[in-house]
């Protein structure tokens, strides 16, 4: 344990189904206010570890610390502060979507009004007296987002959820939970198999991947190992290619599209410059933006997990 | 304080399941049989009535009535994924487990008392004049009441445990039908669970009544495995749920 203190922690958190080790010596670590993105292909062994955060499993090695304290020990008292939405949304469908949250307030003890509260937070106030069976899923994974938000939690752990919400829902949600943090001063862990997911919200990425832990940073540094490209498209390539070269520019070519490593602002100015006094016509300039994506391929590339 | 906020919670879960069809089913065939009974016994005018009736109740019903009111209460949690939810929840496991069977107990409670209302209902609609014999009556619903206990907590532990609705309630029926049988063997009766319901209720309604015509020779044996069984499987049952791992 170093001398910072984690709202959240692991330490050589492991656990065994059958003899594999599903998940293996994984070290996460959570700071306050921070929204870390948990992310990891099918059956990297997301689930598996969020099941032990919040008690559900036990690990067959390692410990978990929240807020300081055990979770074996002190799981209650944990728990109080945790809100989390596990896989697929957890409902009764013969009550209407106020009952199934009444359900859970009789326990956490919060005022009525925040059930109209967390109903609004996700949009379902209109549906708030129909019965839940009647809910399509991306309703009922709002539902389960509101249940994980009705206790005020200082933590709030969130597996996939944007599964099963359109895209205009995924926008929603991830706006919603991008602002949890400093609207309510709450810290968030949110897994996904997908990096543009959690690449808009996340402060913090930890990618896991055959159950271990292969990149945990602030998201900065894993844009920073992203190589950017830039391309440029003309008419006449191979004159742009010598002049660019002149330049100590090497470039690669794809029709009349010229692709070279992304340049500071200044230096695309020169060179856009230069193409044209050369009398070419310039047609478009892009920046290649994808490549987060092929970082987390890259990185858990021949992990067949499946 | 805290567990009863458990308690309310499990009983919210209740509206809308139409349990309290169940809770009536039994009472209202009783009702129907005790209608239509020719038994009848020259000194005590409600005695053939309420015999029938609850030789109909205990020794088929009330057996069920366990295993369908334990599958009930822990049916959504299996198929809408309930479990993981009420699990993180600032609770003890202990308190989920035991607050679902006191929901149990209440559902049973409710039968038994609508059971004790069917017999003055049957005995009035067949215009008996003598006092209804609450006292009796109740003492017998009473007794089959703790009878009930050791299938409750078996069938709680088995609705916990096995995702299928069917599969313990099936268990269940198979193990309910040779019941009325095992309870006429002195030796066994006492022993088989099952039979307890139809052995502990026939047996109060004579004992209250000042005479012997139950089924049962061993008290003894009775409750000693009544009271074994209740809490061997209320102590595996809840350790098991405690321990287990939710996925
Ligand atoms: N109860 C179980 N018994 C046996 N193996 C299991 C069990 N639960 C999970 N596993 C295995 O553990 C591995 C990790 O599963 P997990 O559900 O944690 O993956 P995940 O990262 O959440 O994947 P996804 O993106 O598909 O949700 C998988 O190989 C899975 O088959
Ligand atoms: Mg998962």
Known sequence: MGNQTYLLETNDLTKTYKGTKVVNGLSLQLEEGEIYGFLGPNGAGKTTTIRMLLGLIKPAKGNVTVFGKDLTKERIAILKQIGSLVESPSYYPHLT??????TLRKILQVPKSRITEVLEMVRLTKMADRKVKEYSLGMKQRLGLAASLLGRPKLLILDEPTNGLDPAGMIEIRELIRQLPAKYGMTVLLSSHLLTEIDQVATKVGIIAKGEMIFQDRIEVLREKASRKLHVQMDDWETGQKVLSSHGIETARHD???????QPDGKIAEIVKELVYSGLNIYRVSEEIASLEDIFLNLTKGEETL | MMFSNVLKSEWLKLKHSKVVFIVLASPVLATVIGLFTTMHVPEH???GTITTMILAHSAIFLPLLTGVFAALICRHEHSGG???????????????????FIVILFLLTLTQTAFITATWVAGTLKGFSDPFPFVNVFVSAGVGWLACLPLIALQLWLATMLKSFAGPSVVNVMLTFPAVVIANSPLFGPMYPWAHPLLGMTQALSYSLGGDAGFLDSAVTFYVVMITSFALFTAVGSVHFQQREWV
């Not at chain 2, 009420?86 to 202990?94: C, E, G, I, Q």
């Open chain 1, 97 to 102: 979507g106020k009952d199934n949250l009444e």
């Open chain 1, 256 to 262: 009349n599209w010229l692709t070279m490593p992304n």
């Open chain 2, 45 to 47: 005018q409600w005695l």
């Open chain 2, 82 to 100: 309930g479990w993981k939810q009420v699990l993180t929840l600032p609770v003890s496991r202990l308190q989920i487990y035991f607050a679902k």
